[in-house]
């Protein structure tokens, strides 16, 4: 009886080592890059709106972990981030939405704190005259890049991006019934 107890019992210490690693493996993935999804795959929804498009939400999270203070810059909210697919060996950007030109006063983000937003994609499928347009087959490996700035300027167009490793997202799939 002893010897059967023992054996659940490294079986089940077993079974939870392998759940803790697995999760601690989605953690780190999710964790290692600057701009951290909520998940690692993401159901793209086709809507008729009138036309065609890809519809979906993505939330993210970023730290600023500079020692400095960094600025995020819009029109009314920070600009939204670009969704880049990879093709063919390399990142394309293949939505990026279409945003008002004014230029509200900068949101900043201090060392240490972290920013959350809510991303929401809707792109027209290509061919329908639309914009913004979600530009790719849909199922694949994608990844956020956002415009941090490390310093800001006037003019704006001046202004000191953070480099491109502090303002990519980890990579996640985006799924969908149609190919």
């Not at 027209?124 to 994608?142: C, E």
């Not at 415009?147 to 799939?173: H, M, T, W």
């Amino acid at each position: 009886m002893t010897m059967k107890l023992n054996q659940r019992i490294r079986w089940m210490g077993i079974a939870l080592a392998s759940v803790t690693v697995a999760c601690s493996a989605t953690s780190q993935t999710i964790g290692n890059s600057a701009i951290r999804t909520d998940k690692l795959s993401y159901y793209a929804e086709i809507v008729n709106n009138p036309q065609p498009g890809v519809k979906l939400t993505i939330e993210t999270e970023y730290t600023n972990t500079t020692g400095n203070t960094v600025y995020l810059i819009g029109c009314h909210q920070p600009s939204a981030p670009q969704l880049q697919k990879y093709r063919d060996g390399e990142w394309v950007t293949v939505y990026s939405p279409v945003e008002n030109e004014c230029l509200s006063p900068p949101w900043e983000i201090p060392p240490g704190e972290t920013y959350q937003d809510t991303y929401q994609v809707y792109g027209y499928l290509p061919g329908y005259n639309a914009a913004p347009t979600f530009d790719a087959p849909i199922p694949g490996r994608y990844r956020l890049v956002r415009d941090i700035y490390q310093q800001l300027s006037d003019p704006v167009n001046e202004a000191e991006l953070l480099p491109l490793s502090e303002r990519i997202s980890n990579e996640f799939k985006i799924i969908n019934d149609v190919d």
